[in-house]
């Protein structure tokens, strides 16, 4: 049985209700630093990319993103999209760009960038952490 097709509408709506802040795969991630003692910022506005979990004295950045908008196997993926390619293409290519435009950034200023996908973090937010971790000890 297939599932009726979606209004443009309804794909809007869906589209406006992705958090970009507070998102499940952040909260996950975050909870377990906190329980592991590690204190942090949140999309800390001064530091390039706003990244989701900021360690400032230690200069460590960590993005956590989902799969969708930040184009993980995006050369497979993108055939995916049925409706309003251009659109979406364009827009997730330019995150694409701009994800690597704000590594080289803070990369060039000094920082550590960790860029975790949404599935990691679900799969084995333990590790995910130990990573993070292993970082901020090493600084």
């Not at 590690?38 to 950045?61: C, E, H, N, Q, W």
């Not at 390619?85 to 200023?109: H, Q, S």
Request: aromatic share 10%; with cysteine; net charge positive.
């Amino acid at each position: 049985m297939s599932m009726p097709k979606k209004t443009a509408e309804q794909i809007s709506f869906n589209m406006k209700q992705v958090k970009n802040k507070d998102s499940e795969i952040e909260l996950l991630l975050r909870k377990e630093l906190w329980r592991r003692g590690l204190r942090y910022t949140k999309s800390d506005k001064r530091v390039t990319g706003r990244p989701d979990i900021v360690f400032s004295k230690k200069k460590i950045a960590v993005f956590c993103d989902s799969e969708f908008w930040h184009g993980y196997e995006w050369d497979v993926r993108k055939n995916d999209i049925k409706t309003n390619k251009d659109f979406w293409i364009t827009k997730i290519e330019r995150n694409m760009e701009r994800d690597a435009e704000v590594n080289k950034t803070l990369l060039d200023e000094g920082w550590i960038v960790i860029r975790l996908w949404g599935k990691e973090i679900k799969a084995d937010v333990k590790s995910c952490a130990d990573r993070v971790e292993e970082e901020v000890k090493r600084r």
